[in-house]
Structure formats: C-alpha cells, structure tokens
C-alpha cells in the first residue's frame, strides 16, 4: 500500500510560482513511477508530468513543458512539482498518482493505483 500526501498549493498571483510535494510513507514508494494530474473547475482531469522509480527521466504534457519541472528524492519520499510562469487557467486541484511500470502510457490516469487527495492551486489575475 502506498499513501500519497500533496501540499504546497495555494492562492499566487499570474506569473508567480509554487512548489507541490507528493510525499509518501510508504517504504515501497522509491519503486513506483509517479505522475501528476490536474483538474481545473468543470474540467476533466489531466495530466501534467510524470517521472520513473529512480528519476532518471521526464515526462511532460505538450502544454506543459517548459514551464513544469519534476523531480524525486527517493531518500525523502517525495516528488516535486515546480510551476513557474503561472496562469489563471492553471488554477485546479493538482494530484499525485503512483504507478508499477513506467511508460507513454503514464498520462492515462487509468496508469495509476494510487492517488493523493490533491492539493487546491488557485492563481489570480
């Protein structure tokens, strides 16, 4: 069983930045992919980036990439998200997802057996 906790959301202004967290207790968690979705008001989920068990890699929405950087500490149990350059259209519920096996299939939230409860970001104009 994995247990996913996000923090780091919050009320920034267009332009500003935040740094969400994903972290776990679980001691299997170093071997899990870990991916991040969002969910904006009257929108379907969707995905904003994934990284591998040992963080050798990236994976990024088109959308996304360049202005989202993600990374792991695997000795902390945690995954970053760093977002820069934010939007009003940025604003949703930001999760973080674990899954077995990395791969492109990593933007499908059907990927993922374990999810977070989210964290709200909400960016002002």
């Known amino acids: 069983q994995v247990q996913l906790v996000e923090s780091g959301g919050g009320l920034v202004q267009a332009g500003g930045s935040l740094r969400l967290s994903c972290a776990s207790s679980?001691?299997?968690?170093?071997?899990?992919?870990v991916g991040w979705f969002r969910q904006g008001p009257g929108k379907e989920r969707e995905f904003v980036a994934a990284?591998?068990?040992?963080?050798?890699?990236?994976y990024y929405a088109a959308s996304m990439k360049g202005r989202v950087t993600i990374s792991r500490d695997n000795v902390k149990n945690t995954v970053y998200l760093r977002m820069n350059s934010l939007k009003p259209e940025d604003t949703a519920i930001y999760s973080c997802?674990?899954?077995?096996?990395?791969?492109?299939?990593?933007?499908?939230?059907?990927?993922?057996?374990?999810w977070g409860q989210g964290t709200q970001v909400t960016v002002s104009s």
């Open positions: 997802a674990a899954a077995a096996q990395w791969g492109p299939f990593l933007s499908s939230d059907s990927a993922y057996t374990y």
């Open positions: 679980g001691r299997t968690f170093s071997s899990y992919a």
């Open positions: 990284i591998p068990s040992r963080g050798d890699q990236e």
